[in-house]
């Protein structure tokens, strides 16, 4: 990866929304960090270069495979989350690596993981380092959360319950396969802890992480639990992610399980400060927008993940207008399946932005959103202690440099702001180049740090391998099927007496 001097460019967009774009600049880096930048005088020769700040993925869980690969195209959050299961663990480093190098290649280079999906097959803490060595090797900073659930493992309600519920023949295979075999909450803090331990071990592998807390959300956790989190996140400083109203069975379950609000309960435990990023909040009612905004909270907001679980339309206007602090998360589930990250803004936009003549989210506000609350997210509060999602000396040197003639490719006029072109139709395959941290991670729209395509290549092969060694997999798999079509009876009844 080597590190660029300077960077010349036909147009610089150093604050998307906030600062017009200039002509003809050069931008000056020193290390990680930019370090000047001057108008140049003359047009750099050869093809037309914009630079614009790199954008930051809110909620993301390093996820390889897609969702239609899986064969899970079309479920609803409930019954899909049980198709992400219906592969072998195998090695986590090629699974982070290649989904790092995706998102990477799309402009993404502050990403966060919520780990929900442990390879196994090795030490927790191992495979942790595993998927802090792809950060480093495809040169982004994570956020990484270690996922933690202790109770409802199959859905809304306990275990028993949910198996009750599906035909006879299910009982048996699910009970084994998802039934929840929780850790305590301390083994689930000490945990944390040891990755911390081996990360501050390892200076090269600590600089691409921030390390967080993951609880999975209220109903896959158990109050013991999210207290223990709370007060840990407290002492020790570290973040916390956690998705919370994804789903409209979601905000039933919660107004029969908390009358007194679920927003209100977390606020209760503590758990509600400027250290907590919330994935979700579609179903979140103004009252508890309100609440989360004093608190200081972040909300990823997963426009693409919503629309492709069948999970509805997040408030962003209410959580602007209240004040939310809203950052942009891509959860795996891009509406290309691709990880575009620019075409997440522009649909992020196009669906919240208002109708008719109404503006409820203005260009800064989308800036914020795409690029710099994210951030924050991944990185924690102290990001704040840098300029962030901005190109500006002594910001760290994060940058997207776009094949300009490609994307303006039939100018008329010279008054047409860069931002129109770019909101309208730029994508990720426009991008030349990647810059994080100084170095260059994405070179002619290839990642640098590792060889991709040999990496996905090996991935396939073992996972193919290891699908055709029997016939389990296959079975399992028929059985997810059938399993999306009990979840599909039990939510439409939605009868949440006795289940909490
Ligand atoms: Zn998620």
Sequence with gaps: MAAPISIDCAWLMAEPGTAPALANMRIGLSGAQVA???????????PRHLVLPALANAHDHARTFRSATLGAFGQPLESWLHFLGVLPGVDPYLCAATSFARSVRHGVTDLMVHYTRVQGGMRYVEEALAVARAARDVGIHIGFAVAMRD??????????????????????????????RPLTPAEYLSQVDAVAQALADDSGLASHVTLQYGPAGVQWCSRPLLEAVAEASHRSGRPVHMHLLETRYQREWADHAHPQGIVTYLDSLGLLSPRLTLAHCTWARAGELALL?????????????NLGLKSGIAPLPTMLELGCRVSMGLDGMAFNEDDDALHEMRLAYSLHRGWGFEQHMSRSQLWAFAAQHGRRSVRGPAAEALPC??????????????DWDAVDADPLFDDVDPLDLLLARATGLHISQVVASGRTVVDSGRV?????????????????????SGSEWATWRRQVSELGEDLGSFYRRSNWAGCC
């Design 448 to 468: 640098t740090g590792i060889d991709e395509s040999v990496l996905k290549a090996e991935l396939l092969a073992r996972v193919r391998s290891a699908l055709s």
């Design 293 to 305: 905004a004093e608190r200081g909270v972040t909300i990823a907001v997963n426009t693409s993940s």
């Design 151 to 180: 109770r409802n493992g199959i859905g809304l309600c306990n275990d028993s319950e949910m198996l009750a519920g599906l035909r006879p023949t299910l009982r048996e295979p699910v009970s084994q396969r998802l039934s929840v």
């Design 389 to 402: 999602g901005v190109i500006a000396p002594g910001a760290t040197a994060d940058m997207i440099v776009m």
């Design 36 to 46: 000047s930048i001057e108008p140049l005088t003359y047009a750099p020769s050869g």
